[in-house]
Nanobody, 128 residues
């Protein structure tokens, strides 16, 4: 059974940085796409970033417009882990961040319904 465990969330001031990690187990990590989504109170879950499957560990990356240039998604196949480096954080980035995985085509990365396996989430709070 596939399991995803996020870590790295916390409280940070606006302009600061955090790095989220999502450790996976239970299947061949390199052959599945990985995504990050977030959900703020009272709002729907939204796409943040995704990275394609990759034997080399590099992968193609995709970002929501709201985080482009500030967030970076990467994967380490040797550690079965995907990362989300978040810089220049803003109060509107406050949310629970979830990682997800599946055999999802790139055309569907922005759709949370295209990912069937999810982590438990990690809280990110950005103070102004």
């Amino acid at each position: 059974q596939v399991q995803l465990v996020e870590s790295g969330g916390g409280l940070v001031q606006a302009g600061g940085s955090l790095r989220l990690s999502c450790a996976t187990s239970g299947r061949t990590f390199s052959t599945y796409a990985m995504g990050w989504f977030r959900q703020a109170p009272g709002k729907e879950r939204e796409f943040v970033a995704a990275i394609s499957w990759s034997w080399s560990g590099i992968g193609d990356t995709y970002y929501a417009n709201s985080v482009k240039g500030r967030f970076t998604i990467s994967r380490d196949n040797a550690k079965n882990t995907v990362y989300l480096q978040m810089n220049s954080l803003k109060p509107e980035d406050t949310a629970v961040y979830y990682c997800a995985t599946d055999n999802t085509p790139a055309s569907a990365y922005m759709d949370s319904r295209a990912f069937k396996t999810w982590g438990q989430g990690t809280q990110v709070t950005v103070s102004s």
